[in-house]
């Protein structure tokens, strides 16, 4: 007998939603990824200045700025299922372009697509998971994307480093004469193609019908997820939160109706994408190689490290699910705010200790490996906190009304963040070194904790619609 006919809650269903849009976040993370083992073939097909490079690199982001910002409205008008499709279809679309780029200009248009995709993906696989989980574990379903993305991470770290292993470097020959660099763009195409498939037997958000006031088809898939009798309370619920202001979602509803000034919920949701970028984590997962490179390593063991640290983060977000449903978000975020404080000043304090050699910097006997280490550390005090909290906070933060509208924005502040996070370390590490670059996020990570301290308030254990801003 089908379980939501007994009444009972269908966690199967709920738990293989969840897990199907997560998939977005593997590629997200996959796509995020890839990049780093190809830097080298980047400069080499293209002649690329730093300048260049870094714009190279960063140019996806430009995408997941855009992506972000235009997929909260998408999915208030086109459904949030149908964004995740598109997004499907544009991380095909990038994966094939940016391996077949002849030129910087067609692989940055590539990237800018698959920037697209990310931004979309970012944004609404965590919303889509907070509306279809049940209070009581939807934080740990939500960091399933987390460790998704840090999957996707460490799978595109894996396929670069076997990809120019068995090539003799990223810039060699491959399969078909092709350098191993393009081949690292093309394997996204198997993953896309799969998360394209399996979004198509998915259900729709009850909410997002509910606020498109397609009450069957909501009470249907709540019908199928929490069982008759629960569905019927879930579906007032939702139609109770809206009730009271059921028009069609806009950009304006951020503002507050009588001041006509923006809801502090959604400065506080900013503030929370901004952080997330500024403490510089993405320098380790984009310029990992370069990084490692630059302190003495071989390109080899740099790839091998990133490896290393993607497993490292993957541990870190299974503790994560662990705690965050019991300890709640805002602990989880400020621990990992004075974590990350801590094993930046040990990475500045070992790459201060450095000396320019022949344009590279040595480090001294035993500061490679504090640098390391201390690097390491950061990686996975990110992935217990920031990392997955600031996606599961976005995601269920903001009332029902405003959901994706403040998506929007906060995740295109997220990606523009990223954005110059990105485009600048290129031009930091040749300008002010290593050890100044590193300060810059050392103090981005000291402030987050008084941000989190003074404005971020807990959601734990709030169904959605209590949510207030």
Same mark, same amino acid.
């Given at each position: 007998?089908?379980q &939501?006919?007994?009444?009972g809650?269908n966690t199967?269903?709920?738990v293989?939603?969840?897990v /199907?849009a997560?998939i977005? !976040?593997f590629?997200?993370?996959f796509?995020?990824?890839v990049?780093? !083992?190809?830097?080298d073939?980047?400069?080499?097909?293209?002649?690329?200045?730093?300048?260049g490079?870094?714009?190279?690199v960063?140019?996806?982001l430009?995408?997941?700025?855009v992506?972000?910002?235009?997929?909260?409205?998408?999915?208030?008008?086109l459904g949030?299922?149908?964004v995740l499709?598109?997004?499907a279809?544009?991380?095909?679309?990038s994966?094939?372009?940016?391996?077949?780029a002849?030129?910087?200009v067609v692989?940055v248009?590539?990237?800018?697509i698959?920037g697209?995709a990310?931004g979309?993906?970012?944004v609404?696989?965590?919303?889509y998971?907070a509306? /279809?989980a049940?209070?009581?574990y939807?934080?740990?379903l939500?960091t399933?994307?987390?460790?998704a993305?840090i999957?996707?991470?460490? =799978?595109a770290f894996?396929s670069?480093?076997?990809?120019?292993?068995k090539?003799?470097?990223?810039?060699?020959a491959?399969?078909?004469?092709?350098?191993a660099?393009?081949?690292?763009f093309?394997?996204?195409?198997?993953?896309?193609? $799969?998360?394209l #498939?399996?979004?198509?037997?998915?259900p729709e958000s009850?909410?997002?019908?509910?606020?498109k006031?397609r009450k069957?088809?909501?009470?249907?898939?709540?019908?199928r997820?929490f069982?008759g009798a629960?569905?019927?309370n879930?579906?007032?619920?939702i139609?109770a939160s809206?009730s009271?202001?059921h028009?069609?979602?806009?950009l304006?509803d951020?503002?507050?109706?009588v001041t006509?000034?923006i809801?502090?919920?959604?400065?506080?949701g900013?503030?929370l #994408?901004?952080f997330?970028?500024l403490?510089g984590i993405n320098?380790v997962f984009y310029?990992? &190689?370069?990084?490692?490179q630059?302190?003495g390593f071989?390109e080899?063991d740099?790839?091998?490290?990133?490896?290393?640290s993607?497993?490292?983060?993957?541990?870190?977000?299974?503790v994560?699910?662990l705690?965050?449903d019991?300890?709640g978000r805002?602990p989880?975020l400020w621990?990992?705010s &004075?974590?990350m404080?801590v094993s930046l000043?040990l990475?500045?304090?070992a790459?201060?200790?450095?000396s320019?050699?022949?344009?590279?910097l040595q480090l001294?006997?035993g500061m490679?490996?504090? #640098?390391? $280490?201390a690097a390491n550390?950061? $990686?996975v005090?990110?992935n217990?906190s920031?990392?997955?909290v600031?996606?599961?906070?976005?995601?269920?933060?903001?009332?029902?009304q405003?959901?994706?509208? #403040?998506?929007a924005?906060?995740?295109a =502040?997220q990606?523009?963040?990223?954005?110059?996070?990105?485009?600048s370390?290129?031009?930091?590490l040749a300008?002010?070194?290593?050890a100044?670059?590193?300060?810059?996020y050392?103090?981005?990570a000291?402030?987050?904790v008084?941000?989190?301290?003074?404005y $971020?308030?807990?959601t734990?254990?709030?169904?959605l619609?209590?949510?207030?801003g």
């Amino acid at each position: 007998m089908n379980q &939501a006919m007994t009444g009972g809650e269908n966690t199967r269903l709920i738990v293989l939603i969840s897990v /199907v849009a997560t998939i977005g !976040g593997f590629l997200f993370g996959f796509d995020s990824g890839v990049i780093n !083992g190809t830097v080298d073939g980047l400069q080499q097909a293209f002649g690329s200045t730093k300048a260049g490079l870094g714009f190279e690199v960063a140019s996806m982001l430009l995408g997941c700025a855009v992506g972000a910002f235009s997929a909260g409205r998408l999915a208030d008008s086109l459904g949030r299922r149908n964004v995740l499709i598109i997004s499907a279809v544009l991380f095909l679309l990038s994966a094939i372009g940016a391996g077949a780029a002849t030129s910087s200009v067609v692989f940055v248009i590539a990237r800018v697509i698959g920037g697209f995709a990310v931004g979309a993906a970012s944004v609404i696989s965590p919303a889509y998971i907070a509306e /279809v989980a049940p209070a009581r574990y939807r934080g740990r379903l939500a960091t399933v994307q987390q460790i998704a993305i840090i999957s996707g991470l460490t =799978a595109a770290f894996l396929s670069n480093y076997l990809l120019a292993a068995k090539a003799g470097a990223s810039t060699e020959a491959l399969w078909g004469g092709h350098a191993a660099w393009r081949w690292m763009f093309w394997m996204q195409a198997v993953p896309s193609l $799969v998360f394209l #498939a399996l979004l198509l037997v998915i259900p729709e958000s009850p909410r997002y019908l509910v606020v498109k006031r397609r009450k069957d088809e909501a009470l249907r898939v709540l019908t199928r997820l929490f069982g008759g009798a629960e569905a019927q309370n879930k579906l007032a619920e939702i139609d109770a939160s809206l009730s009271q202001d059921h028009h069609r979602p806009q950009l304006s509803d951020l503002k507050n109706k009588v001041t006509g000034k923006i809801r502090p919920i959604v400065w506080i949701g900013i503030g929370l #994408a901004t952080f997330q970028q500024l403490v510089g984590i993405n320098v380790v997962f984009y310029y990992g &190689a370069v990084l490692w490179q630059a302190v003495g390593f071989s390109e080899n063991d740099a790839l091998a490290i990133n490896v290393l640290s993607g497993a490292l983060s993957i541990g870190a977000c299974i503790v994560t699910v662990l705690l965050i449903d019991r300890i709640g978000r805002k602990p989880l975020l400020w621990i990992g705010s &004075a974590g990350m404080a801590v094993s930046l000043a040990l990475v500045v304090v070992a790459f201060a200790s450095g000396s320019l050699v022949d344009g590279h910097l040595q480090l001294p006997e035993g500061m490679g490996t504090l #640098a390391l $280490v201390a690097a390491n550390l950061y $990686v996975v005090f990110f992935n217990i906190s920031w990392g997955p909290v600031m996606w599961v906070m976005l995601g269920e933060m903001f009332p029902n009304q405003i959901r994706g509208s #403040a998506l929007a924005v906060a995740g295109a =502040a997220q990606w523009t963040s990223n954005f110059a996070i990105t485009v600048s370390f290129p031009i930091l590490l040749a300008a002010i070194g290593l050890a100044a670059t590193y300060s810059i996020y050392l103090v981005s990570a000291i402030i987050s904790v008084v941000f989190v301290m003074k404005y $971020v308030h807990e959601t734990k254990g709030k169904e959605l619609e209590q949510m207030e801003g």
